[in-house]
Nanobody, 117 residues
Framework: QVQLVESGGRLVQAGGSLRLSCAAS????????MGWYRQAPGKERELVAT???????NYADSVKGRFTISRDNAKNTVYLQMNSLKPEDTAVYYC???????????WGQGTQVIVSS
């Protein structure tokens, strides 16, 4: 059974940086198209960054220029480097495949990021 385990979130001041990790277990290869999602209190989960196995990336406008997604296929791990954090980045962050909802992996527990002003 595939498991996704996110880590690295914590309380940080605005302007600070964090690096999130997402380790996938129970699989031989990391899925081709992976992404970081986030869900803020009272809001729907949104996709903020994606990465394909060839290294190409894409970002939501709200994080473009501040967040960087990367992957280590040998470690089955996806990372999210977050710089210049803002209070509106406060959310629980998750990783998953970038595919229709019906074929995504089971969600992990996520990792909480709180950005104080």
């Amino acid at each position: 059974q595939v498991q996704l385990v996110e880590s690295g979130g914590r309380l940080v001041q605005a302007g600070g940086s964090l690096r999130l990790s997402c380790a996938a277990s129970g699989i031989i290869f990391l899925p081709v198209h992976m992404g970081w999602y986030r869900q803020a209190p009272g809001k729907e989960r949104e996709l903020v960054a994606t990465i394909v196995s060839d290294g190409s990336t894409n970002y939501a406008d709200s994080v473009k220029g501040r967040f960087t997604i990367s992957r280590d296929n040998a470690k089955n791990t996806v990372y999210l480097q977050m710089n210049s954090l803002k209070p509106e980045d406060t959310a629980v962050y998750y990783c998953n495949k970038v595919v229709p909802k019906s074929v995504r992996l089971s969600w992990g527990q996520g990792t909480q990021v709180i950005v104080s002003s």
